[in-house]
């Protein structure tokens, strides 16, 4: 049997070792770790009597109990398989490919946008006004612009701080940009659960890491409490940004 072992095998290996810590990392970020688990031990028990020793009537039971749970593990984990099926799509290297499908005279963010936003986080940072700004890139954000309130107007300074202002209706929630332009505030945006963020990072940090997890946007936080201004992409933080900074990152995702 040793002599059967060819490239393929461990080329299947790797993958399937690839799949299951996408998995576990998946299940991590979204608190489900223990279900995880759970699953896992399930599956090593049913290849164990099922396969390995051949127990035909304990076999049967979790045959059967196999073809019901992952009908019912499709639903209960409907959120989760579909943002991995999302977070797929929006790596890098899928997107590369779809750039070279894609006109080259395009321009994917109008560079109008990343002035007024600095300069509108640095007012407020000064002013410790709390803010939460998201910028769309590849991925849609369509279901989280579905929870707030239309705007479709252009980028301005004085729209930004007239939104967040402490005592305005749309203060709440997060402000999405879509292709240089305010498409919707007052927004809710999907709360990460990963316990690595430091406790002193509140709610709105955690809203734009959990946007940042499930998608390949850009959430600018400016604290309330501090008034220091950063960003979340990629499933990382990036803090205590200067405008110089800001600008720079801005502009480096157009």
């Known amino acids: 049997m040793f002599f059967d072992f060819t490239i393929k095998d461990i080329i299947d290996i790797l993958l399937f070792a690839l799949l299951l810590y996408y998995l576990y990392k998946l299940m991590k970020d979204s608190g489900s770790l223990n279900i995880f688990v759970g699953i896992m031990m399930f599956l090593f028990v049913w290849v164990l009597v099922s396969k390995i020793l051949s127990m035909r009537l304990l076999g049967s039971v979790f045959d059967q109990m196999m073809n019901v749970g992952t009908i019912a593990l499709v639903v209960i984990f409907r959120e989760e398989i579909r943002n991995f099926f999302k977070s797929l799509g929006s790596r890098r290297y899928f997107k590369y490919m779809s750039t070279l499908f894609s006109r080259k005279d395009e321009k994917d963010v109008s560079e109008a946008y990343v002035m007024p936003v600095v300069k509108a986080c640095m007012s407020m940072a000064q002013q410790k006004v709390g803010a939460l700004i998201v910028i769309e890139q590849k991925v849609s954000l369509d279901d989280v612009i579905k929870t707030g309130e239309p705007i479709n107007s252009d980028v301005s300074q004085r729209l930004i701080e007239a939104i967040f202002f402490k005592n ?87």
Do not use: W, Y
């Open 168 to 254: 305005a209706p749309l203060h709440d929630g997060a402000m999405v940009i879509r292709g240089g332009r305010i498409v919707a505030a007052q927004c809710l945006l999907p709360v990460s659960h990963d316990l690595n963020i430091p406790k002193r990072l509140g709610l709105r940090h955690r809203s734009a890491m959990g946007v940042s997890e499930n998608s390949d946007a850009i959430a600018i936080i400016v604290s309330e409490e501090t008034g220091n201004i950063s960003i979340a992409r990629n499933g990382k933080f990036s803090l205590n940004l200067d405008a110089h900074k800001l600008e720079q990152i801005l502009s480096a995702q157009r």
